[in-house]
């Protein structure tokens, strides 16, 4: 009898399901990306141009607070230490690595879209410079922009896009044949959808596919965040630089 009592607790549970779990996880996420998207629209009433950035940054703050009453820490999603002079030095050739996937997919869809009869591909509407402002030759306003590109865009558009999500999503589909895939490309696609208040039909294409490529390269890279940060803070760099000494690009 006694045999008995102690094996029953053994028996699963509902609540210990694969499928249980996977929903649990799935009402995190759409529960902080929800958050993210309101935050963002309810900024954008007082402030447009940095909707985008004080939502996210917003966002983090309740994420990491939440992460950490769990135990979790953003280590374990991608921002980790780089233990050694050789794995600092191996972010340079897999941020090199991310850059020449990065140009290939984009010049592929601004080449390969309109071939197909998709002309709107390409397309940059006006609202692209209304966001940046008065850019060219504006010196405190450049570097105002490359600051939000170092922290909010590099570091928190890759924590938040393929660190949380990628890594949260790999665990809610981990009994799932093509778990990895979906894990990779639903933030994709959100990534993409994330920037078309801005920059139209155009940009969730090109931005979801860039969205893809850095998602891709993270899971190639072990779950390494470092070197897509760098990668996205050398590309936003180099577009703000070109838009500020008007180089004909």
């Known amino acids: 009898m006694n045999s008995l009592r102690t094996a ?94 990065f140009f290939g997919a984009v010049a592929a869809v601004l080449i390969g879209g309109p071939a197909i009869g998709l002309d709107f591909i390409g397309q940059v509407p006006d609202t692209v410079e209304d966001r940046w402002g008065d850019l060219e030759g504006n010196l405190p306003l450049f570097l105002l922009w490359l600051a939000i590109v170092w922290t909010v865009a590099a570091f928190g558009e890759e924590m938040f896009f393929r660190g949380y999500l990628i ?31 801005y920059q139209g039909l155009s940009g969730v294409v090109v931005t979801g596919t860039i969205g893809l490529v850095l998602g891709i390269m993270f899971v190639l890279f072990r779950r390494n965040l470092w070197p897509v940060i760098l990668w996205h803070g050398i590309i936003d760099t180099l577009a703000f630089t070109a838009t500020f000494m008007n180089w004909d690009i």
């Open 167 to 197: 890594t949260r999503l790999e665990t809610a589909f981990a009994d799932i044949r093509w778990g990895v895939v979906l894990a990779v490309l639903l933030p994709a696609l959100l990534f993409g959808y994330g920037h078309y208040y």
């Open 8 to 101: 029953a607790p053994a028996a699963a549970t509902p609540a210990q399901s694969p499928a249980m779990g996977r929903w649990l996880i799935l009402a995190e996420v759409l529960g902080f990306v929800a958050l993210a998207l309101g935050s963002r629209y309810l900024v954008s009433l007082v402030t447009w141009r940095f909707a985008g950035p004080i939502s996210l940054i917003f966002t983090l703050v309740i994420l990491t607070a939440y992460l950490r009453g769990r135990g979790i820490g953003w280590r374990d999603m991608g921002v980790r230490a780089l233990p050694g002079l050789k794995a600092k030095l191996l972010l340079i050739p897999q941020t090199a690595l991310t850059g020449m996937v």
